[in-house]
């Protein structure tokens, strides 16, 4: 198996009449009408001129149509831009400016904002198996050489960087196949398995250890083109078994069951529970715990290693928040950290490592080191027991007074608050090369508290020096598809609310 695509070459014959997606409203569709679904979308990106070395840009919302169009596109030897239906004209033109793609394909049949942005593009509206989509093609576009190996480029993805530039991450189909086997082993995937997938196929937590991994394994796959905290509720009730989520869905899902009176989930067939994309506050994990009745697993990756790098396996009530031990075939090396207490900045090697940044070859180069190590700029030390702890991003970590301060150590204490849902902790040059320590966070709707209450908290459980100077308390922070917050937005977004703090 060197090609995306041939994951659904396994599940034919006597597989083929089991349930491969379940979709929004309800639709249950068999791999055997998936591969249908897919070789008429193989059909349509050909009809458009699309062949080998070409990308193809899909503006997706969680869809059989997404899913079907993916697969197409390796299918063709082509690459598959993911990206998220809900960007905005100007967004996509900077990654049409860049990529340069044959064709687009908007996912019409479940995302009004792709009806919108087809018509700006002259899409051409297409039904098929694979349901509604509207095609823009074909564009001018020189195709990049065809690796007939597994090496061959199967997605490009573009991250969420803190500049406007553009910078599209190269995972190969040997990338995507590794992260798919390794997601599925080790959550224990398999064909009597039902995996819940609101988190978003542009982004790769949802694409690749998600919707790959799960039907790498056989498994039913249950979409949500947008997260509802309902719709969640009420698919553990229709047999969901696995959920992989970010700590905010599974914080809504909670609420939501609080507000009915519900404090526990019963009689549902669900066995394994995730998270990712954040940092696991400890007293809400013994929550979340408590709600499920299952442990929490906590993850930890990134678009550039194709999502997976650690997952911890943790029994229920374990106080561990780490992110666990790296997966197998994944190394995981800590730079300088004799130098800093054992803190280091993580590097990766191994199958899940992309192959670079397309169209960037000094960015490329400046990432990895001469024995191919991956610098992830991420910060993290070792326990004795081998498990990962993330301390920061080296690029966030502040310097107040000399002392090296770490935003995740703050935004945990905050996040311990029973009126905060969460926060995101920046800092910000004052005088000299020093750094003042800010704090934006996100309060319980109606909450009465107060930044005056939360520094008072702060000072009960950190140091003078990690204490934040200035704390802005919101209902909202600017956040990624995912619920990532996006902290390069922090002080462009509030800086009114920081002028007045004078």
Same mark, same amino acid.
């Given at each position: 198996m060197n090609r995306i695509h041939q994951i659904l070459d396994r599940w034919q014959g006597e597989h083929g009449s089991a349930a491969a997606i379940i979709t929004h409203d309800g639709r249950t569709i068999s791999y055997a009408e998936l591969a249908d679904a897919v070789d008429q979308a193989t059909s349509v990106l050909r009809d458009h001129g699309v062949q080998g070395g070409d990308r193809i840009m899909i503006l997706a919302e969680n869809s059989l149509s997404t899913i079907a169009f993916f697969h197409a596109a390796s299918s063709l030897d082509a690459w598959a831009i993911p990206a998220n239906a809900r960007m905005t004209l100007p967004e996509i033109q900077r990654v049409l400016d860049h990529a340069r793609p044959r064709a687009v394909v908007c996912t019409t049949d479940v995302s009004e904002q792709a009806v919108k942005t087809a018509k700006e593009l002259g899409a051409k509206t297409i039904q098929a198996a694979f349901?509604?989509?509207?095609? &823009?093609?074909?564009?001018?576009?020189?195709?990049?050489?065809?690796?007939?190996?597994?090496?061959?480029?199967?997605?490009?993805? +573009?991250?969420?960087?803190?500049?406007? &530039?553009?910078?599209?991450?190269?995972?190969? $189909? &040997?990338?995507?196949?590794?992260?798919?086997?390794?997601?599925? $082993?080790? *959550?224990?995937?398999?064909?009597?398995?039902? @995996? +819940?997938?609101?988190?978003p196929m542009s982004h790769v937590f949802g694409l690749v250890s998600t919707m790959c991994a799960t039907l790498f394994a056989g498994g039913t796959l249950k979409l949500e083109c947008k997260f509802s905290a309902e719709a969640l509720y009420?698919?553990?009730?229709?047999?969901?078994?696995?959920?992989?989520?970010?700590?905010?869905? $599974?914080? $809504?899902?909670?609420?939501?069951? *609080?507000? *009915?009176? @519900?404090?526990?989930?019963?009689g549902s067939k669900l066995r394994y @529970?995730?998270?990712?994309?954040?940092?696991?506050d400890p007293t809400?994990? *013994?929550? &979340?715990?408590?709600?499920?009745?299952l442990p929490l697993q906590n993850g930890y990756g990134m678009t550039e290693t194709t999502a997976g790098i650690c997952m911890t396996r943790s029994d229920i009530g374990d106080p561990d928040v780490s992110v666990g031990v790296p997966f197998p075939g994944v190394e995981v090396h800590l730079a300088n950290s004799e130098n800093t207490d054992g803190v280091g900045e993580i590097l990766v090697r191994g199958g899940n490592v992309m192959k670079g940044? +397309?169209?960037?070859?000094?960015?490329t180069n400046a990432a990895f080191n001469d024995e191919g190590w991956f610098h992830t700029g991420d910060l993290g030390r070792f326990d004795d027991a081998g498990r990962l702890h993330i301390a920061g991003r080296s690029k966030e970590m502040i310097i107040r007074s000399g002392f090296n301060i770490f935003p995740i150590e703050v935004e945990a204490a905050l996040n311990d608050h029973p009126d905060v849902v969460q926060s995101a902790v920046v800092g910000r040059k004052v005088e000299g090369a020093n750094e003042e320590v800010l704090a934006f966070v996100q309060v319980v709707k109606g909450a009465k508290v107060t930044p005056d209450d939360l520094k008072a908290h702060a000072a009960s459980v950190l140091t003078a020096y990690k204490r934040p100077s200035i704390i802005i308390l919101t209902e909202t922070l600017p956040a990624a598809a995912?619920?990532?917050?996006?902290?390069h937005k922090l002080i462009e977004t509030f800086h009114k609310e920081l002028a007045e703090t004078g």
């Open positions: 349901g509604e989509v509207a095609v &823009a093609a074909p564009y001018e576009s020189a195709p990049e050489p065809v690796d007939p190996t597994a090496e061959q480029v199967a997605v490009l993805m +573009y991250t969420t960087g803190t500049t406007g &530039a553009p910078k599209g991450v190269m995972m190969s $189909h &040997a990338n995507v196949l590794f992260t798919s086997k390794v997601s599925s $082993h080790t *959550r224990g995937i398999g064909p009597a398995d039902t @995996v +819940y997938l609101a988190l009420q698919a553990l009730d229709m047999g969901v078994t696995v959920l992989p989520a970010v700590p905010q869905m $599974h914080a $809504h899902l909670m609420k939501y069951a *609080r507000d *009915r009176g @519900v404090t526990r989930i019963e @529970v995730s998270s990712g994309a954040a940092p696991l809400w994990k *013994r929550e &979340a715990e408590a709600f499920f009745g940044y +397309y169209k960037l070859p000094d960015l995912t619920g990532k917050i996006l902290k």
